[in-house]
């Protein structure tokens, strides 16, 4: 259920103003940084994905399996 709630970024970003405004002790602060720090965790997020799309899978060595 987490994990369906957290891809939405909207939602992340709502999580994550509500901490961020005890913290900050503002709301737009808190509203304004809950926004870029979604909008990296994203970026993040996608590269990430990219990279393991785009890594190859190490060949397999059946040399050491008698035929």
Same mark, same amino acid.
């Given at each position: 259920?987490?994990? =369906?709630?957290?891809?939405?970024?909207?939602?992340?970003?709502?999580?994550?103003?509500?901490?961020?405004?005890?913290?900050?002790?503002?709301?737009?602060?808190? =509203?304004? =940084?809950?926004? %870029? *720090?979604?909008?990296?965790? *994203?970026?993040?997020?996608?590269?990430?994905? %990219?990279?393991? =799309?785009?890594?190859?899978?190490?060949?397999?060595?059946?040399?050491?399996?008698?035929?």
């Amino acid at each position: 259920m987490w994990q =369906a709630f957290l891809t939405r970024p909207i939602w992340r970003a709502f999580l994550l103003c509500i901490p961020l405004w005890f913290v900050l002790d503002n709301f737009v602060l808190a =509203a304004l =940084a809950a926004i %870029l *720090g979604t909008f990296l965790i *994203g970026m993040l997020r996608e590269l990430w994905r %990219l990279r393991q =799309a785009q890594s190859p899978t190490p060949p397999t060595d059946d040399s050491s399996t008698p035929s």
